[in-house]
């Protein structure tokens, strides 16, 4: 039975020297300083196209629950072109097809590419989940808003969303967690992040099992670190009465 080596991250990642305390000096860089770096990567990409799903998608969900024919037909186009077109698939079109087509693109970083291709696919997931939340309202809440005043864009503003994102705070937990899984993508346009630091690391050191196993755990503390925020902050806005109210 092969034995785990978990001595491997003190590894100077050149010349493999075992660096006390497991962190490089004077410009020394161990297997372990590799693993954290990788973990800050696939943090900033995740989180930065989690806000551009969230901005966006919102966005696309109010437009489909609008009376304006067309404002439903670009919410909806946007959701199903991106929901239904693999994300590995929308990566490479990012980083190699619109460049091309759109050259100022090119001066783009792939780090960017990839924010904006893994936000947009979330974004249509997200999309769904508003309009279905605000479809959920009584239709009572909208003529209500306009009875009292409210032009449409108010009525939206300050009755209807206050009340639709409370109830989607339970799916958006869901598209928050996949979102930290889903950006291990990522690594296809060589971005430095976990997926592709398991890969290199374990190459090099033959020690797949321990960089796999770290990688592994790294993901799973970092979703469910995103579970409980948003737990923690379902709980500080729930309205009783309202769907999973207690």
Known sequence: MATWDWQVFCKE???GDQI????????????LDWLISAWGWTLSVALLALV???????????????????LVFIGTAWTELFRNIPLLVQI???????????????????FILVVFALGFFTSARISEQVRAGIQSLPKGQRYAGLAMGLTLPQTYRFVLLPMAFRIVIPP???ESMN????????????????TMFALQAGEETSRNV???LAVTALYFVSAFSINRIMLFVEGRVRVPGMIGSK
């Open 172 to 174: 958006l937990t869901s």
């Open 92 to 110: 490479f079109l990012w980083y190699h097809v619109l460049p091309a087509i759109f050259k100022p693109l090119q001066a783009f970083p792939s």
């Open 52 to 70: 551009v799903a969230l901005v966006v998608g919102a966005f696309m969900g109010i437009l489909r629950t609008t009376p304006d024919k067309r």
């Open 210 to 212: 321990e960089m796999y």
């Open 13 to 15: 990642t050149v010349t």
């Open 179 to 194: 979102i930290i899984k889903n950006s291990s993508v990522a690594f296809a346009v060589s971005i430095a992040e976990l």
């Open 20 to 31: 006390a305390g497991c962190f490089g000096k004077g410009g020394d860089v161990t297997y």
